[in-house]
């Protein structure tokens, strides 16, 4: 089983949207916070988007906030990040995470014990 896997990456206008999505078998066992992340050529992770799954309280860096929105649905154990107004500077790999305790800030990649292999998202000018 995967544990984690995220879906809905590719290629779009500056300007458009992308909605990705996580699920996996750790989202059915646990995964009480779920983070996106974001990564560039050459630099480290760095987090987008977390969300707690039990009151669906979110948190956003300054970079993404008005432009990304993290949302769970339970039922079905996935996570999304709807992305809006996309910009060439968002072109990164995505990266969904998670952990067994609940998130109370933006936090960095040693805090998420399981992740997904990443979805490549490419906003062209």
């Known amino acids: 089983q995967v544990q984690l896997a995220e879906s809905g990456g590719g290629s779009v206008q500056a300007g458009g949207s992308l909605r990705l999505s996580c699920a996996g078998s750790?989202?059915?066992?646990?995964?009480?916070?779920v983070a996106w992340f974001r990564q560039f050529p050459g630099e480290l992770r760095a987090g987008i988007a977390h969300?707690?799954?039990?009151?669906?309280?979110?948190f956003y860096p300054n970079s993404v906030k008005g432009r990304f929105t993290i949302s769970v649905d339970n039922a079905k154990n996935t996570v999304y990040l709807q992305m809006n107004n996309l910009k060439p500077e968002d072109t990164a790999m995505y990266y969904c995470?998670?952990?067994?305790?609940?998130?109370?800030?933006?936090?960095?990649?040693?805090?998420?014990?399981?992740w997904g292999q990443g979805t490549q998202v490419t906003v062209s000018s």
């Open positions: 969300i707690n799954r039990d009151d669906h309280s979110t």
């Open positions: 995470a998670t952990r067994d305790i609940r998130c109370s800030a933006i936090y960095s990649v040693p805090a998420f014990p399981y």
């Open positions: 750790k989202l059915s066992s646990g995964g009480t916070c």
